[in-house]
């Protein structure tokens, strides 16, 4: 199209004078090196440069609904390309697939800025509802959050999220922080929730590791429970994969103000020099309903039981240099930091940081 609109230009220009004719030729100039960039840029429009400007993304306030699921999801920003968010049949399974490239930064208004350690956010995310119905949680019920996903690559990079409890709500300052965040970072599972007095996040402690190369094509059933806290305007939490319960926490920051909500698909920080991997994933179904106080009870007093703090230092004794390392120290960019630095209230930080000082290693992490 825009090569046929180059062409009439050059039609135009034996109707006008010498100056109108040297205007028309700039014109062109500008027009061919249009069509050089674009070719750069392709049909994703993925740019290293793009997370300078803000466009409206493809499929915006698209609806998404499968029989198996038991609310409608949208697509509330955008995605940064068509190809990010496709159905599939398998099996006569119908299921969704996310996928994700390096440098597709989001198109929700913040994903273009630097924050959070990144220069710019990537995401193809959709979220409960339709647009102007959101689905919100009551604060005062609990609710069962269940959905299948399988993870067919990727996932090895910065933070990258599948799914979150966001409080999202217009007018309300406070609520752009999420609650809960389930996530993989540098290819571990890292679920996160919002300290208790919101100042950011902290690890949510599994008992053991799990690393994305045990999930790869597998059908996984993930069971979030977020429901009130016994501390008065706080939620508490119980994650399960597969039916067996992994962790929880029982003091979760919210917004007095936000209106909980679930988003899934893919979100994760950008990279202006290494790139994230091209990152895919596939939801099955997902239902979310409200569940009694008592089973949401029984539920906590199993995490309760889990006892990780033992693991964790029976861990660091047993691990090597490399392992040690691994675990008390985070990449960010170019530099590495300690994981105390970023969740200093977290029990698991502290005690890998003091096994890596014990035995006099820095981790790489440069004062």
Sequence with gaps: MLVRQTA?????????????????????????????????????GAWAGNWNTTKKGFGLNGVYKDEDWSHSF????????????????????????????????????????????????????????????????????????????????GFTGDRETFLQVHNTSKGCPSSSRPPVMLKFNNGLLEPVYAREDGSGHNRIILKNPIHISNFYSKWLEFTLEYGPSSKKGLAAITLSIDGKIIGGQDKVW??????PHVKFGIYRGGHKYAPNPTSTIDFDYIKIF????????????????????????????????????????????????????????????????EEAKRRGLDCGVKN
């Excluded at 599939?88 to 800025?113: A, M, P, W, Y």
Aim: glycine share 6%; aromatic share 12%; with cysteine.
């Design 8 to 44: 009439s230009y050059i039609g135009l220009t034996s109707l006008y004078s010498a100056d109108s004719v040297i205007s028309m030729n700039k014109v062109f100039g500008i027009l061919l090196a249009g069509v050089f960039v674009l070719a750069l840029l392709g049909t994703d």
């Design 74 to 153: 949208y697509n509330n920003c955008g995605f940064p390309s068509k190809k990010n968010v496709k159905w599939h049949t398998e099996n006569e399974i119908r299921f969704l697939r996310f996928t994700l490239k390096d440098k597709q930064v989001g198109t929700c208004s913040s994903d273009n800025k630097s924050r959070s350690s990144a220069p710019y956010w990537e995401r193809a995310e959709i979220k409960a509802g339709q647009k102007g119905n959101l689905f919100a949680f009551n604060k005062k019920r609990t609710y069962q959050i269940k959905f299948k996903v399988r993870f067919v690559s």
């Design 290 to 353: 409200k569940i009694s106080e008592a089973n949401f009870n029984k539920h906590m007093k199993e995490f309760q039981m889990l006892k990780p703090t033992i693991f964790w230092q029976k861990l660091a004794k047993e691990s090597d240099d490399k392992e040690v390392c691994n675990l008390a120290a985070f990449q960010i960019g170019d530099r590495r930091v300690w994981l105390t630095k970023l969740n200093p209230d977290e029990e698991m930080s502290r005690i890998l940081f």
């Design 254 to 259: 919210q917004s007095p103000c936000g209106r």
